[in-house]
């Protein structure tokens, strides 16, 4: 009872104070900015992304030096103040290993590349990532749920069943077999064929591209089963018997009167499954199959790094900050989102 | 009810049938084989001899139907048998009232063809229990946390209690293993020197990677508990039983409680299936001898029957999983019907 009780006492005085003020006409989504303002962890989620954006984008500008710079004779040195901050880096000084340069922020890896200036062209990597990452998994998913959807019957039904037995899939070790395709089908390419090209593009992406289409085509599938969902709810609704009574065609009812009464729900999913995206990739580049050496991922500096975790802590320790800041921000972004946009959805996962 | 299992079984074993057909096909349209390789010099006559040894020279379909035979159909026989590399059964049953030497010989998964002297099942029951080991411990960590925060929370809404669970919730979802395992290995193993870093078997080397794993699921699995049992604390029956006259311990613990689970139990099957396969990170940092690495040499090294043993036996585990969810689930909530 106690419960119960005190939730009466907590929302009826705001209920009362919202009805008392006059009612003004806000869209869906300036009323959406408005409780996202409010939501302070969602703001500093926003500006930790914003901050990464700048640095990916000024990278060039903010690094000391360029992410694949090696200068050998500093491999392993690490500024004094990371010194104090590991108890286990014990100095060259004080009868330890680890020798002191100064010049590096975060310290130097093990083939002396600057580990500040590798983060911050490592979030380039997570960034795309994070942007670019979701559009493949949705071209997939939307496509699915809305043809599912739309034509219900027997396609329906048979795509639903290829959603469920992509769900039987170990999802991890179909990207690896996938990468693994992508990586030796376009190994030594004829010049002019489409392999060449699809490589051509991969290459120039530091071998993103691969990482994309990976990550895109084992993880559409909760969207799928979504946009169906949401298709389904919408298909009787009155406006869609009239803009079908105005003669719209099947496309047209498709993606102008369905998919932009979805799509709210659509970016809120796709915005809390980014940190998943996010550590796909990580992921692959720890295994090494990621991004192609010596482009910085912060998964395979975590890799790196981590294989000598007990002499030199800093090399996979700042990195792992880096990709947790990340994924804190967009998840709570992500939850902020989804309070701001679905009020109803609050607090239930 | 019945009709409902076989129906849920028989449906496991189709996608089973399309898991299999789908990994056959991709892993054959990756380009090179086993024994291409060109570092070590394997001369055109030699190769096609070892090919045709392991019958990959035979059609692909052949090679398939061989390959899947060979799992499925079990073999009764009496003839002495001894372990060979074309010839491993994972299950053997002695029928002594048959014969001396009879026997129920079930899954023979093929050799290895890169780990020569060593078949898939040697490397299953060797590796495997260890996987299975740390998945287990993970999921348990997970649930040992996981449940009681979230159901702590949920009384406690709206208290620091909950906003501190849930701000710790929020942060744990934000880690995965690769940010956890470094900075877990740092803490503990290396500067305060409790657990060992790497290895497994014994309780210093298996604390820190379950606990690397499961961590990121428990933080999911108290806000999903904490939500659900908020929900159900708004049902009609609570108030029923509070109006009744039930204390508040007897409310939560026999009614809010049993109902508020369903949704959790749900995603048990899932959470682990997401921890078995999320095994192979964690293998990885923590230097733990499972199936991981394995998996990823085998599909650098084309080594198919490996391939395809394990994403079968991964499918199977998480198939089964989502069918036994599925079963409890309907058990669980009446309201559910079976078709």
């Not at chain 2, 398939?64 to 048998?81: A, N, Q, S």
């Not at chain 2, 305060?192 to 990121?216: E, H, K, Q, V, Y």
């Not at chain 2, 990170?281 to 394990?310: A, C, H, K, Q, W």
Request: hydrophobic residues 50%; aromatic residues 12%; proline residues 5%.
């Amino acid at each position: 009872m106690a419960v119960a009780h005190n939730q009466d006492a907590n929302t009826t005085p705001s209920n009362i104070a919202k009805l008392k003020t006059p009612h003004k006409g806000t869209s869906l989504w300036a009323d959406a900015w408005r409780r996202l303002r409010r939501n302070r962890l969602a703001i500093i989620g926003a500006i930790i992304i914003l901050i990464n954006i700048l640095m990916a984008i000024f990278a060039p500008q903010l690094a000391p030096k360029y992410y694949a710079t090696q200068v050998l004779v500093d491999n392993d040195t690490a500024p004094y103040w990371v010194t104090r901050v590991f108890p286990s880096m014990v100095t060259v000084e004080e009868g330890g290993y680890v020798r002191i340069n100064n010049d590096y922020l975060l310290g130097a890896d093990n083939l002396g590349r600057d580990l500040w200036s590798r983060i911050i062209y490592g979030s380039q990597v997570s960034l795309l990532v994070a942007f670019i990452g979701p559009l493949f998994a949705a071209l997939i998913g939307i496509t699915v749920g809305l043809v599912a959807g739309y034509f219900g019957g027997w396609i329906d039904n048979l795509l639903m069943r290829i959603v469920d037995t992509m769900y039987a899939f170990p999802t991890l070790l179909l990207v690896i077999l996938l990468m693994a395709f992508f990586r030796a089908s376009v190994a030594q390419p004829e010049p002019g064929s489409f392999a060449f090209n699809v490589a051509q593009i991969d290459q120039r992406m530091g071998g993103m591209l691969f990482v994309f289409m990976g990550i895109g085509m084992t993880s559409w599938m909760n969207l799928a089963r979504l946009v169906r969902g949401q298709i389904l709810s919408v298909r009787e609704k009155e406006y869609i018997e009239a803009a079908r009574s105005l003669g719209v065609g099947t496309r047209g009812i498709m993606f102008r009167h369905m998919l932009p009464n979805i799509l709210g729900t659509i970016i809120i999913a796709e915005t809390l499954t980014i940190p998943t995206y996010i550590s796909y990739e990580a992921f692959l580049s720890f295994i090494g199959l990621g991004v192609n050496p010596p482009v910085p991922s912060w998964g395979a500096m975590i890799s790196e790094g981590s294989s000598s975790i007990s002499t030199y802590p800093n090399q996979a320790i700042f990195p792992a900050i880096a990709l947790f800041l990340v994924m804190f921000a967009f998840n709570f972004l992500g939850d902020g989102l989804r309070d701001a946009l679905d009020p109803r959805m609050r607090g239930v996962d | 009810m019945g009709r409902f299992l076989i129906r849920r079984f028989l449906w496991m074993f189709v996608v089973l049938f399309v898991v299999s057909v789908i990994t056959f096909v991709l892993m054959r349209l990756v380009p090179g084989g086993p024994f291409n390789n060109s570092e070590r010099g394997v001369p055109e006559a030699v190769r096609r001899n070892i090919e045709a040894k392991y019958g990959l020279d035979q059609p692909l379909l052949n090679q398939y139907l061989k390959y899947i035979g060979d799992i499925v159909l079990p073999r009764i026989t009496d003839e002495t048998w001894r372990r060979s590399l074309t010839e491993d059964y994972l299950i053997n049953i002695d029928l002594p009232f048959l014969g001396e030497d009879a026997a129920f010989r079930w899954m023979n998964f093929g050799p290895s063809l890169r780990n020569r002297s060593r078949t898939v099942n040697m490397i299953f029951t060797d590796n495997l229990p260890i996987s299975f080991q740390l998945g287990l411990a993970a999921m348990t960590v997970a649930m040992a946390i996981g449940i009681p925060a979230g159901i702590i929370s949920a009384l406690r809404r709206n208290t620091w209690v909950d906003y501190t669970g849930m701000g710790i919730a929020i942060v744990g979802v934000s880690i995965p293993v690769i940010i956890m395992g470094p900075i877990l290995q740092y803490t503990f193993a290396v500067n305060l020197g409790i657990f060992r870093p790497t290895g497994w078997g014994t309780l210093d080397t298996m604390i820190l990677p379950s606990f690397a794993l499961g961590f990121a699921q428990s933080a999911l699995l108290a806000r999903l508990t904490r939500a659900s049992l908020l929900q159900v604390m708004n049902e009609d029956y609570i108030r029923t039983a509070r109006a009744k006259g039930l204390s508040e311990r007897m409310v939560i613990l026999f009614h809010a409680l049993k109902n508020s689970l369903i949704p959790v139990v749900t995603v048990l099957g899932p959470l682990f299936a997401a921890l078995l396969t999320g095994t192979f990170v964690t293998e990885t940092i923590f230097g733990v001898p499972g199936m991981g690495r394995y998996f990823v040499t085998s599909v650098l090294n084309r080594d198919y029957p490996v391939i395809m043993g394990t994403i079968l036996l991964y499918a199977f585990c998480l198939v089964l999983a989502n069918t036994i969810v599925d079963i409890v689930y309907a058990w669980l909530d009446p309201r559910i019907r079976y078709d």
